[in-house]
């Protein structure tokens, strides 16, 4: 039975968000910016999405600046305060996303300290090891993402952002995988930054936000026509961010009612994924996303298993989709302690809001019959088979 099992890497667009979208792909198509009625409809659209957005970050509407998704609202936030402290330490956590990992080595080429701030085994930002860094001073910046991507993870980003403020740094939070998974509040966080992205909460690909507190001084990365808030120039891609707005009003309105779904084929799924023997399932020590599990049954590679789970029509993946395809073990997973070896098994299943039972199942019934096809030795599972 084919499944799509990788919502972390992406979403189908809601049939919802398509039908919103669609007037402003075929229909009015006049700049957000212009003084007629035509364009003051298109900005009324924008300014409801942005209202929508908000929402689901708790967030006040004037606080949203709407992007090309995720990868640039990240970089807007860690560019846009280091431009401004040039001379001060930018800190984030070792599991980042490589849209912040990027920026940061870029950053550092360019001159300015950067430092990495420690995981425990279970993933989560090792407080200790983080507050002797905020002691030596001058910190910027502290970018920690609410949730990881490839294990899950959620981080006590309440107590670092406590920390982070005593040392007067800003907090920037990815909340790019939280978002729509569980719930959010930009005032309640501490954060005064949060990257969003519409492609992972059922919108289209390419639009996503950052929340940013309108006190803070930003350097923006693209400068044009003095759009949104001159911290983001070029005219709006107004469908997109329509469809971002209905994806993030129907993941507010629907968060609960998803979150215990998929919660409740993931428990079903690792129940199942536990009894083979030799698997190690990453981070199940720590709170984590409901929709997530990523595991490893070594010595199977991820590599093999990929390929065997594709042509069974299973979609899944090794751990973040922009390092699949590549031979080199997890980042995160090696920040945790993780041997390479093993790190080179991960398997990432990623539920989301319409997978069923049968799908969580057939998975799971699948990859037995795989690991026992491939005699990943496990006696066991001949025994029981
Ligand atoms: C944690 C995290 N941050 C940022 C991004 C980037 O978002 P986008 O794909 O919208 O650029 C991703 C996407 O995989 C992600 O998982």
């Known amino acids: 039975m084919p499944a799509y099992l990788d919502h972390n890497a992406t ?17 009015p198509y006049a700049n957000p910016s212009s003084q007629h009625r035509y364009g003051r409809a298109a900005r009324d659209a924008v300014e409801t999405a942005r209202a929508q957005v908000a929402a689901l ?8 600046i709407f992007t090309s998704g995720g990868t640039e609202a990240n970089n807007l936030a860690v560019k846009g305060i ?31 300290a950067v430092e990495a701030v420690a995981v425990d085994g279970q993933g989560r930002v090792d407080l200790a090891a983080f507050e002797a860094q905020l002691a030596r001073g001058r910190v910027a910046l502290v970018s ?7 294990t899950g993870v959620i981080q006590d980003l309440a107590r670092i952002a406590a920390l982070a403020h005593a040392a007067g740094a800003v907090v920037h939070a990815d909340a790019v995988q939280a978002a729509g998974k569980i719930p959010l509040s930009f005032p309640e966080s501490g954060a005064q930054l949060m990257s969003l992205s519409s492609h992972k ?15 803070l001084d930003l350097e923006p990365l693209l400068h044009g026509g003095g759009q949104e808030r001159g911290l983001r ?16 009003e129907l993941a507010r309105l629907e968060l609960e009612a998803r979150t215990a779904h998929v919660l409740r084929l993931r428990e079903r799924l690792e129940a199942a994924l536990r009894r083979i023997p030799g698997i190690r399932v990453f981070g ?9 599990v990523q595991f490893a049954v070594p010595p199977v590679h991820s590599a093999t298993l990929l390929g065997l789970l594709d042509k069974k029509g299973y979609a899944v993946s090794s751990g973040s989709a922009c390092a699949s395809g590549t031979d080199e073990p997890s980042h995160v997973l090696l920040a945790m302690g993780v041997a ?8 990432r299943v990623s539920l989301g809001k319409d997978n069923t039972e049968a799908e969580a199942d057939g998975f799971a019934g699948c990859l037995r019959e795989l690991l026992a096809s491939l005699g990943a030795a496990m006696p066991s599972v001949a025994l029981n088979a």
């Open 82 to 112: 280091a431009a401004r402290h040039p001379r001060e330490r930018l800190l984030y956590s070792a599991v980042e996303h490589p849209c912040v990992l990027e920026p940061m080595k870029a950053l550092a080429a360019h001159g300015h």
């Open 11 to 27: 979403t189908r667009a809601d049939a919802r968000v398509v039908e919103a979208m669609l007037p402003f792909l075929s229909g």
């Open 340 to 347: 390479e070896d093993i790190a080179l098994c991960a398997i």
């Open 144 to 150: 920690c993402m609410i949730a990881n991507n490839e």
């Open 201 to 215: 909460i059922y919108g289209p690909k390419g639009v996503g936000a950052l929340v940013a507190d309108r006190a």
């Open 233 to 248: 120039g070029g005219t709006e891609n107004v469908a997109g961010i329509v469809g971002f707005g209905a994806a993030a």
């Open 57 to 64: 970050a708790g967030a006040d509407p004037g606080q949203a």
């Open 284 to 292: 199940a020590g720590a709170p984590r996303l409901p929709n997530t």
